[in-house]
């Protein structure tokens, strides 16, 4: 819905905006005063963010700046781990001084202050305070105060009437009732053309339908015939299919048998050194397990009798060792004494003495030598019936799994005897695999023909069948009734766009005329003609303006003056925000576009200007005017508070 005309005394502007961790900034705060503010700095310093940050401030919502749409709000906060935080100053149309607040975080918050007292801490509830005070919709708003390098470049790439006249209708939103017609020409095109194709279909139908009848019954007969062929080929193909599951089983079967028993090979030749050539492999490792266990019994026995030994050599071992203690704790023998043997009782004298302990240490050290010598046997021993225990134990698995892997009618066979087996079954598969093959392909082109007369079939019944042709006629009827109901749409619609623009075109005719006039220095008057595109006619001289006759610089300081009278003429705003207006301009237009811009501001059309750009040698000239305010960026200053 577009706001009504308004008239204003007071002047409503921005006067501060703080931005916190916004996009690429920081920190940042800056003034503005009336007249033109250019911010000015290189690609990157964040110009634009700030424009941004000013119209998200105002209308809580990123999807009404045009270059986030879709975006979530969360997409332009700089550091994910703090909000972001933009505050805003500005004088209302009433002339109070308020402040909006917007938070972004994990939770949004917002708050709205007029001569320093709250009146909104909702989010929404801001928005709608603020449209109020400016007395229009968001959509509006957005579109309106916030003119876009895009918006720019694409006025500027048309004809001058036909780029103003588009501008207009898009900051209105009267194209979208363009976009609806768009919708109803497609439908239209589409049902003609359905209907199209039902009359082709209703006609064809009428005229075939005797000829139609004949050839159904040819082909209702050849069916016939060609299911009673299919029956047979299916059930050859379910016979064929299961010998060669048969076979599949019995080749995987013997194939696995084979690889078992390949492996056992492998090892009956790498430890038990048995040959591929020699028969008989089961009987063959039954005599090597009983040669085995025979070799693992007779060691068992070897290392009794060794037991027994050790035994008794311990024994003698003991008792020498027993006389050799005796004899070295005999006293000391003197003339008057000689000490009786403790064995035999007889005197002892000291060379016998001597004698017995000679004797016993070298009867010790011969024992021991023996006893070393079975012990080193019985550890080989030892470790031979490990080995032997070991290659047993192994061939009796090996034992177990031949009983496995060869049945009792593959006893006798060895690996060259299973292979030859599976040899003689792979064979017999492939010969299957062959007839099946050739089976497929007959059934799959058997199919193929009953698919096919059974679509002939369907159109034959579909064209001679009453009730279906009375359908397509019931269809004609509807696709020929939408055809016609679409078009009558788009004539009311068409008649609806024409008179929509007429009652909000219309009279901003006046305002248009007023501020063309003062900024040309001439008497201009604005309208529309039937075709409702923009003309201006010059009054002194009675004919239509050349639009052509303005530069680059003076169309686009126009753009700012139509946009600046939407502004008022719709709402209660006198600022607008401009972005890299000199952008895609030529350095004499460049200049020129400065001088409009800051003399359309000295006449207060509009009363402040915002204004980006990158050039800001352009604006040398003005940093001493009062109504101009230049401001420079640059990446250090997004972290700091930067004065004009």
């Known amino acids: 819905m577009i706001s009504v005309p308004y008239s204003c005394a007071q002047i409503a502007m921005i006067n501060a905006v703080e931005i916190t961790n916004w996009k690429g900034h920081d920190h940042l ?64 149309p009433s002339g109070d001084r308020c402040q909006v607040m917007r938070i972004i975080g994990n939770r949004k918050k917002a708050s709205l202050t007029m001569q320093d007292r709250a009146i909104a801490s909702q989010w929404q509830e801001v928005t709608e305070r603020i449209l109020v005070m400016f007395n229009a919709t968001a959509d509006f708003l957005g579109r309106c105060v916030f003119l876009t390098e895009g918006d720019t470049y694409m006025y500027i790439a048309q004809p001058l009437g036909n780029g103003l006249t588009d501008h207009i209708e898009n900051t209105l939103g009267l194209k979208r009732l363009a976009n609806i017609d768009d919708v109803l020409k497609k439908l239209n095109s589409k049902y003609a053309s359905q209907a199209k194709d039902a009359r082709k279909t209703v006609s064809m139908a009428s005229a075939e339908e005797a000829e139609d009848q004949q050839r159904l019954t040819e082909y209702e007969a050849e069916l016939q015939t060609i299911v009673k062929r299919r029956s047979e080929v299916t059930k050859q193909l379910t016979e064929l299919s299961a010998l060669k599951e048969q076979n599949t089983a019995k080749n995987k079967l013997l194939k696995q048998r084979l690889e078992q028993l390949t492996e056992i090979v492998a090892e009956l030749e790498s430890d038990y050194h048995f040959t591929i050539e020699q028969p008989d492999l089961s009987i063959r490792v039954r005599e090597a397990h009983e040669k085995l266990s025979s070799e693992l019994a007779g060691l068992l026995q070897k290392r009794a009798l060794t037991a027994q030994e050790l035994g008794r050599l311990t024994g003698l071992t003991s008792t020498q060792q027993s006389i050799l203690n005796l004899m070295q704790s005999t006293p000391v023998i003197t003339s008057a004494t000689q000490p009786p043997c403790p064995v035999c009782k007889r005197p002892l004298s000291t060379h016998m003495i001597d004698q017995i302990i000679q004797d016993c240490s070298s009867e010790i050290s011969a024992l021991q030598t023996k006893v070393e010598n079975i012990r080193a046997t019985e550890k080989e021993d030892g470790q031979r019936m490990d080995e032997v225990a070991k290659r047993k134990d192994r061939l009796s698995v090996i034992l177990t799994k031949l009983e496995t892997i060869l049945p009792y009618e593959y006893q006798k066979l060895d690996v060259s005897g299973l292979g030859k087996q599976i040899t003689v ?29 059974e679509k002939e079939l369907a159109k034959l019944v579909e064209r001679t069948d009453p009730a279906k042709i009375g359908k397509w006629k019931n269809q004609l009827i509807s696709y020929e009734r939408m055809e016609f109901m ?15 623009r007429t009652s909000s075109l219309t009279p901003l005719t006046d305002e248009l005329s007023i501020v063309w006039s003062r900024f040309l220095g001439r008497d201009v008057v604005a309208g529309f ?96 005017n009062e109504n101009v305010t230049v401001t420079p960026l640059s990446v250090a200053s997004s972290i700091s508070t930067v004065q004009p």
């Open 529 to 624: 003609n039937d075709r409702m595109q923009l003309t201006v006619k010059d009054m002194n001289h009675y004919e239509p303006f050349q639009f052509q006759q303005l530069s680059g610089g003076e169309k686009t300081a126009l753009l700012v003056l139509t946009q600046t009278a939407l502004c008022r003429h719709f709402s209660n705003t006198d600022f607008m925000l401009v972005d890299e207006p000199l952008e895609h301009l030529d350095a004499v237009n460049r200049w020129a576009l400065v001088d409009y811009l800051v003399e359309i501001c000295q006449k207060e059309l509009p009363r402040q200007l915002i204004v980006t750009t990158i050039e800001e040698s352009y604006l040398r000239e003005y940093l001493n």
């Open 425 to 453: 079954v792979t064979s017999e598969a492939e010969g299957c695999d062959e007839r099946l093959t050739q089976v497929t392909l007959d059934l799959e082109q058997i199919n193929k023909n009953v698919v096919q007369i």
């Open 29 to 92: 705060r800056l003034t503005f005063k009336k007249g033109v503010n250019f911010l000015t700095g290189p690609n990157g310093a964040g110009k634009t963010s700030i424009l941004d940050a000013i119209c998200y401030a105002f209308l809580g919502n990123i999807d009404f700046i045009g270059a986030y749409h879709g975006l979530s709000d969360k997409n332009l906060i700089r550091d994910n781990t703090r909000d972001a935080i933009i505050t805003l100053d500005f004088t209302s």
């Open 486 to 500: 679409t078009q009558v749409f788009r004539e009311a619609l068409l008649k609806s766009q024409a008179e929509q």
